[in-house]
Every structure is written in C-alpha cells, then in structure tokens.
C-alpha cells in the first residue's frame, strides 16, 4: 500500500486505535510530541505504550492525560528536571499495569520483532526483582551450553511505532540518521506513522550518504509534516530541549489541577488556536 | 558550601566534586574502555582524568556526550559492547544499596503499587552483571539510601555460581566515605573516609554491616588531589566534561565561559 502523506496532524492521531501497543523513542531521541499532543486531544484510550528504551515528557503526559493503560519501560524520567510527576501519581493510584524492564530488555524484544522471532535471549536479569514480576519472561537452560540459565524474552511487536524525523520524502523514507533505535522500532512495528519537520520531493534513499541512516518507506503508512514537531524536547542535528519549558512542566505536573492547567495551556489550547 | 571541608582551621583548598573526581579516577586505573551513563557529570569527570592519567591508553565513552562518544549504531551499542566483553567499567547508583551490593533504582514500598516510584532500573540489570568493575556512586549516604535490605532489586549484588557473571560492584563511593566491595564475602568493605568525616559516622549513617580492617582507627583518609591534579580537573577535564554538562562544568570546576 502506497504511503500516505496527510497534511493535519489531528487525522494522523485519528489513525492511532484506543487500545493499541505504541513504541516511542526515549527524549533524547526526539518523540513526536505534535502527535502526542494530538493524540490527547483526540482523547486516545488503553494505550499500551513501549518505551524505547525509556519515556519522559511524551509518556508523562500520556499517563497523566488517562491514555495510557499498561506501561512497558526501563524507566520513566525528566532527566535534569526530576522524576516524572504523572507516572507517580499513576504508580501510587494502582491504575497502570507496569512491565517494568532494563534498557536491553526492550532492545532486544525489539530485535525479536524485526526478525520475526518468538523471542531473544538475554544476559543479565536473573535474580532480579525484575524478572521475578516479568512472568512473560522465561527462564531456560542455555541449550549450547551446560547448566547456564539464561532469561528468554518475547518478541515486542508493538501495532505502531510513533516517530518524528528531521526529514521525509513523498514515498515515506524517513531520515533518522544514527539514532538507529528508531529504524528497530519501524522495523519490528506493524506499521509505522511520522511526522516530519520537513517533507523533501526527491527520494532520501537516491543520496548514499544518506540512505543508511534511511528507514525504507515499506515500513511507514502515513507521514505528516510538522515542524517543531519534537519540542518542547529536542531533535539532534536540528534543535535542542526546551529546558525553561521542561523546568515549567516539571513544577505545573506536580499537582492534578496544575497538570491540566499545563494540557489546557499547552495541548487544547493549541487546537483552539488552529480552528 | 556542602562540597567544601568542614574544618574551618583548613583552608577549603577544593571541594568534594574534586576529591571525588580524584578517587573515581584511581578506581578506573588500568581499565581499557570505561563508559559512563546519563546525568553523571562527576563519574564522567573521574572517567576523563584517568584517561589523561594513563596517557591515552584508555577509551572513555560518556553517553549523552556528542564530542565524547563515538557509538553509529544506536542505544544498543553500549549493551552490546557490554555483553562482549569490551566495556570495563561503568557508574551505577540506587535510591537504595543495600550490604549485599543489591541496588533499587525503581522505589519504596510493595511493588508494583509503592509508594514512592523512582525512574526504574535503566541498564542496571543487565550492566552490573556484565561490567567487570562496577563503581557505585551515591552522593546522600544516609540509612534512608544504605539500607539494611532494598525494596526491589533492580540488580543483585551477586549471583549464585552458575550464573554468567563476569561483572559486578567494585566500589561504593559517597559523600562521606569509599567502600570496596569482596566478592567472596559478598559484603562491603570500608576502604578510606573522607576528610573531615569519621568511621563512627559512617556506621551512624550506614544502614548495613560492612568490614571494618583491624583496628578502626587505622581506616586511611581519602587521598586528596594535589596541586597538579587540581589544575588538571579545573583546566582541562572541566573544557571536557562541559560538552553534556556545562552547568556543572561551570559551577562546581570553575569553568569559565569561553576558556575551550
């Protein structure tokens, strides 16, 4: 099926089922948070979201706008700007089912996926709480080896990976550069939706340079630009974090009311402006 | 200033960061590839001294770093490196560390439903078994954070024998004091205080056992950076260190603006 590129960004988050499992980038990455914020305002349910490898901002506001259901992570954090207050809340009021894991773990149920594979091995994790509480992971016996435990875990396919680019084209090649995290999580997702801080008419697969830093559009189902479509987070190579916005979230999402003054602020508010 | 000696008949001739970034830097000695994860300016900074110290025998990857860095494929490399071998050493901390090396970086109370949730475990469950020389770094030692047992193990401290374990803690090194850590007695070891601090404030502030050698009073002072080393950390490790993080690069090594 040939890619579409749609031009609002609200009919892109239409295309995000309630219930799906959604891959996001960890910040440093640059989530596509012009698409998280329409997705809270298409009002997104019982989203299973799979944090690669860890979520910040994007996954704070999912949680504490209620779209999100089970969280599967290393870790949830606003870096230099503390712990993330919507989790919190979250853990403490028992309403998200956790899978909690540690940075390869997700990696590597990625790697699973992209290769079509029921499941990876990994090193590590045995003895941990982790992998006490994790009982879709399994214990086996090394069967090259003698009297080796190593931890097994499935295959992570999420429904759809989310991601922003600094570039598209009309085919849906997106360039994501070295950040080679995103290519795994296009390639081991469904399907793919972008959003792009620019949308280029010739190909990015025809430049060798470029094209190994190049997600194929045969994983991608429909790209939308959107410039600054990362911020207030940074994207490499093109703008850095937004740290007086993060430090002003931070202090907002301490409390419910001053959370969603921030959505009514920063994510309705938006749309309003663009009717 | 917190990070200052104490001891008012002492001239604070530097400050903790430094003493700290001095330490870190004779744990790392002899490592050939040493990595360091995110928001660790003061890990990173003894990572950077003890590759000038060995003359440039040693590789230093600081994630989060552009300029200190050289990964092309991704978040998985550091893992993968990890796992074969080629990383000798690495930071890990705990909201809690307990006295078998155990470390929680994920909260307090029963999981999953605690009543204080932390970040979670990162690569810790995955690093501690992997890295040779694992350094625990925690700059608030108190019984709150050195605890008599963790919460939640993100990572053991040790594991049962046949488990693949060529990694684990080498080191834990606080505000107050150094520790080693005896793989054998599965235990820590109280190696040197800082100045200005004594044994007996350790344990006051230690929820766990540790060894203690012989007789207490022969526990050695942290060894304190002389003048060159000084130079070194204010000059040229601050104009490093200042590429992820130039608030600290600035505040606490007394950086200034445009000297890179």
Same mark, same amino acid.
């Given at each position: 099926?040939?890619?579409?590129?749609?031009?609002?960004?609200?009919a892109?988050?239409?295309?995000?089922?309630? !219930?799906?499992?959604?891959a996001?980038?960890?910040?440093?990455?640059?989530?596509?948070?012009?698409?998280?914020?329409?997705?809270?305002?298409? &009002?997104?349910?019982?989203?299973?979201?799979?944090?690669?490898?860890?979520? &910040?901002?994007?996954?704070?506001?999912?949680?504490?706008?209620?779209?999100?259901?089970?969280?599967?992570?290393?870790?949830?954090?606003?870096?230099?700007?503390?712990?993330?207050?919507?989790?919190?809340?979250a853990?403490?009021? !028992?309403?998200?089912?956790?899978?909690?894991?540690?940075?390869?773990?997700?990696?590597?149920?990625?790697?699973?996926?992209?290769?079509?594979?029921?499941?990876?091995?990994?090193?590590?994790?045995?003895?941990?709480?982790?992998?006490?509480?994790?009982?879709?992971?399994?214990?086996?016996?090394?069967?090259?080896?003698?009297?080796?435990?190593?931890?097994?875990?499935?295959a992570?396919?999420?429904?759809?990976?989310?991601?922003?680019?600094?570039?598209?084209?009309?085919?849906g090649?997106?360039?994501?550069?070295?950040?080679?995290?995103?290519?795994?999580?296009?390639?081991?997702?469904?399907?793919t939706?972008a959003?792009?801080?620019?949308?280029?008419d010739?190909?990015?697969?025809?430049?060798?340079?470029?094209?190994?830093?190049?997600?194929?559009?045969?994983?991608?189902?429909?790209?939308?630009?959107?410039?600054? !479509?990362?911020?207030?987070?940074?994207?490499?190579?093109?703008?850095?974090?937004?740290?007086?916005?993060?430090?002003?979230?931070?202090?907002?999402?301490?409390?419910?009311?001053?959370?969603?003054?921030?959505?009514?602020?920063?994510?309705?508010?938006?749309?309003?402006?663009?009717? | 200033?917190?990070?200052?000696?104490?001891?008012?008949?002492?001239?604070?001739?530097?400050?903790?960061?430094?003493?700290?970034?001095?330490?870190?830097?004779?744990?790392?000695?002899?490592s050939?590839?040493?990595?360091?994860?995110?928001?660790?300016?003061?890990?990173?900074?003894?990572?950077?001294?003890?590759?000038?110290?060995?003359?440039?025998?040693?590789?230093?990857?600081?994630?989060?770093?552009?300029?200190?860095?050289?990964?092309?494929?991704?978040?998985?490399?550091?893992?993968?490196?990890?796992?074969?071998?080629?990383?000798?050493?690495?930071?890990?901390s705990?909201?809690?560390?307990?006295?078998?090396?155990?470390?929680?970086?994920?909260?307090?109370?029963?999981?999953?439903?605690?009543?204080?949730?932390?970040?979670?475990?990162?690569?810790?469950?995955?690093?501690?078994?992997?890295?040779?020389?694992?350094?625990?770094?925690?700059?608030?030692?108190?019984?709150?954070?050195?605890?008599?047992?963790?919460?939640?193990?993100?990572?053991? !401290?040790?594991?049962?024998?046949?488990?693949?374990?060529?990694?684990?803690?080498?080191?834990?090194?606080?505000?107050?004091?150094?520790?080693?850590?005896?793989?054998?007695?599965?235990?820590?070891r109280l190696?040197?205080?800082?100045?200005?601090?004594?044994?007996?404030?350790?344990?006051?502030?230690?929820g766990?056992?540790?060894?203690?050698?012989?007789?207490?009073?022969?526990?050695?002072?942290?060894?304190?950076?002389?003048?060159?080393?000084?130079?070194?950390?204010?000059?040229?490790?601050?104009?490093?260190?200042?590429?992820?993080?130039?608030?600290?690069?600035?505040?606490?090594?007394?950086?200034?603006?445009?000297?890179?």
């Amino acid at each position: 099926m040939p890619v579409q590129v749609i031009t609002d960004i609200e009919a892109l988050a239409a295309r995000v089922p309630d !219930g799906a499992r959604i891959a996001l980038v960890k910040s440093a990455s640059g989530p596509p948070m012009a698409l998280v914020r329409a997705l809270i305002r298409r &009002g997104a349910r019982g989203l299973h979201l799979v944090c690669v490898p860890t979520g &910040g901002l994007a996954v704070d506001l999912l949680i504490g706008a209620g779209c999100v259901d089970a969280l599967e992570t290393s870790a949830v954090t606003l870096d230099e700007f503390g712990q993330a207050p919507a989790f919190g809340r979250a853990v403490r009021a !028992g309403s998200l089912r956790l899978l909690d894991a540690t940075c390869p773990a997700v990696y590597a149920g990625l790697q699973a996926g992209e290769k079509g594979l029921p499941f990876m091995p990994l090193r590590g994790l045995v003895g941990s709480d982790l992998a006490r509480h994790r009982t879709d992971w399994k214990l086996i016996d090394n069967p090259f080896g003698e009297d080796d435990p190593i931890v097994c875990l499935p295959a992570i396919v999420p429904d759809l990976a989310l991601i922003h680019v600094r570039r598209t084209d009309r085919q849906g090649n997106l360039y994501v550069g070295d950040a080679r995290e995103m290519m795994l999580m296009a390639h081991a997702a469904r399907e793919t939706l972008a959003t792009a801080e620019s949308i280029f008419d010739g190909s990015l697969v025809d430049d060798a340079a470029l094209r190994p830093g190049v997600i194929p559009g045969i994983y991608v189902s429909a790209v939308a630009e959107a410039r600054d !479509g990362a911020r207030p987070l940074g994207l490499p190579g093109a703008y850095d974090t937004d740290d007086e916005h993060l430090a002003q979230y931070a202090d907002m999402a301490r409390d419910e009311a001053g959370f969603a003054e921030y959505l009514d602020r920063f994510v309705f508010d938006r749309k309003a402006a663009a009717e | 200033m917190s990070g200052t000696l104490r001891d008012a008949a002492v001239t604070p001739r530097y400050r903790l960061e430094e003493l700290l970034i001095g330490r870190i830097a004779d744990l790392l000695e002899g490592s050939r590839h040493v990595a360091v994860g995110a928001s660790s300016p003061i890990p990173g900074s003894g990572a950077l001294l003890a590759r000038h110290l060995s003359g440039g025998d040693m590789r230093v990857s600081v994630l989060g770093s552009r300029s200190l860095q050289d990964f092309t494929d991704g978040g998985v490399e550091i893992f993968d490196l990890a796992a074969q071998g080629r990383i000798d050493a690495f930071f890990l901390s705990g909201g809690q560390i307990d006295g078998a090396g155990n470390i929680n970086l994920v909260g307090v109370g029963d999981y999953p439903r605690q009543k204080v949730r932390w970040s979670g475990s990162f690569g810790s469950a995955y690093l501690y078994y992997l890295v040779p020389r694992v350094i625990l770094f925690r700059l608030e030692h108190t019984r709150r954070t050195m605890v008599e047992r963790v919460d939640f193990i993100s990572a053991p !401290g040790t594991s049962v024998d046949n488990v693949y374990r060529p990694g684990g803690p080498y080191a834990l090194i606080t505000n107050i004091c150094l520790f080693a850590f005896d793989r054998e007695r599965r235990r820590f070891r109280l190696d040197s205080v800082h100045p200005g601090h004594t044994v007996e404030e350790v344990r006051d502030n230690t929820g766990f056992d540790f060894d203690v050698p012989e007789a207490s009073t022969a526990i050695p002072e942290t060894p304190v950076p002389d003048e060159s080393r000084l130079a070194l950390i204010r000059g040229e490790i601050a104009a490093a260190i200042a590429d992820p993080y130039p608030k600290f690069a600035a505040e606490m090594l007394g950086l200034e603006g445009n000297s890179t």
